[in-house]
């Protein structure tokens, strides 16, 4: 059973032969939010503890159902997703912010991580918006 986060591929990592398993398994009319969703669940999967042992594509019809689980449960929704604590599990993001920090520049970021200058910036708002919700707090509104 897995209790704790485990070391998780990187969406930049992934290849066209990593995906390709995923890839032959989604209905071509599928919405973008759905692949993205399918893609994220499959990162997982693969990166799992003993996923090795399992068949890609099994994993990847695994990952298409599980969108399609979020799909029937949130769908027609928009759930907010907060990076939290799973930003401190990816390793870009983490080493985005400590450059930010030093005062490098989206562009010195972005080149020294890999990730894009967007999505530097999309990672430094999140960031600096759950920074504000832990030191303001919530009031009771119920």
Request: proline share 6%; no cysteine.
């Amino acid at each position: 059973m897995i209790t704790e986060m485990f070391e998780r591929m990187d969406l930049a990592d992934l290849t066209a032969d990593k995906i390709a398993p995923l890839e032959g398994v989604i209905p071509p009319a599928w919405p973008d939010t759905w692949r993205d969703l399918a893609t994220s669940h499959y990162l997982t999967l693969v990166s799992a503890p003993g996923s090795q042992a399992v068949e890609p594509l099994a994993l990847a019809r695994l990952a298409v159902a599980l969108t399609l689980g979020i799909a029937q449960d949130l769908g027609g929704s928009q759930p907010y997703i907060p990076v939290g604590a799973m930003m401190a599990a990816s390793a870009k993001a983490r080493r985005a912010m400590e450059l930010l920090d030093q005062r490098a520049s989206y562009k010195q970021v972005a080149d020294a991580t890999g990730l894009t200058e967007s999505r530097v910036r999309q990672i430094e708002g999140e960031w600096r918006r759950q920074q504000l919700a832990a030191r303001q707090g919530q009031l009771p509104l119920d």
